[in-house]
């Protein structure tokens, strides 16, 4: 079955850019109607949807983080990631990424990684 | 886009039935049948309990079940056991083509 795996820094200084990638196994990323997106929480926090990327390359983002956000998607290594800039400590959280079938359900999800932000 | 409401803590019995509500707008619940909701456990992942409203994916317990009306879903869970303690997320799609999540509702199983 498809397991979904995060990596990447876990800790990042504040106003640099925080870069994820998930790892998709078990499945092609390509196949399928299904989006791939990220998703955060703060520790003791709710979920917070960040944004999502369709296998064409289109993306859907949160308002409130549109303008720091770029998820992209590399088909070739069955790997999308998310790109988060001028970080502050607000940012720290758990980061998951999640498999998102017709954008409407999120029925995959990776184990999470955190994320600290701190000088 | 602002987050679903949902209560911030129910509790139940086992074996009774508990329901959780998620209140939204016209521009997400109200307007799609794209309704999700999520069980988290202490440091796990969430997973998915059900979608489009009233759907259980394979695997999932029928104890478990979801309806709507207007802006509000709900999640309802009967003959509630221990392990069914955890965090519940309501997720909808909106429209602006995002996803919003309501704050999460925790379960105590008195």
């Known amino acids: 079955q498809v397991q979904l795996q995060e990596s990447g820094p876990g800790l990042v200084k504040p106003s640099q850019t925080l870069s994820l990638t998930c790892t998709v196994s078990?499945?092609?990323?390509?196949?399928?109607?299904?989006?791939w997106s990220w998703i955060r929480q703060p520790a003791g926090k709710g979920l917070e949807w960040i944004g999502r990327i369709y296998t064409s390359g289109s993306t859907n983002y949160n308002p409130s983080l549109k303008s720091r956000v770029t998820v992209s998607i590399d088909t070739s290594k069955n790997q999308f990631s998310l790109k988060l800039s001028s970080v502050t400590a607000a940012d720290t959280a758990v980061y998951y990424c999640?498999?998102?079938?017709?954008?409407?359900?999120?029925?995959?999800w990776g184990q999470g990684t955190t994320v600290t932000v701190s000088s | 886009q602002s987050a679903l409401t949902q209560p911030a803590s129910v509790s139940g019995s086992p074996g009774q039935s508990i329901t959780i509500s998620c209140t939204g707008t016209s521009s997400d619940v109200g307007d799609y049948n794209y309704v999700s909701w999520y069980q988290q456990h202490p440091g796990k992942a969430p997973k998915l309990m059900i979608y489009?409203?009233?759907n259980r994916p394979s695997g999932v317990s029928n104890r478990f079940s979801g309806s709507k009306s207007g802006n509000t879903a709900s999640l309802t869970i009967s003959g509630l056991q221990a392990e069914d303690e955890a965090d519940y997320y309501c997720s909808s799609y909106t429209t602006s083509s995002t996803r919003v999540f309501g704050g999460g509702t925790k379960l105590t199983v008195l």
């Open positions: 489009d409203v009233s």
């Open positions: 078990g499945g092609s990323i390509s196949s399928g109607s299904y989006y």
């Open positions: 999640a498999r998102d079938p017709r954008g409407v359900m999120l029925d995959v």
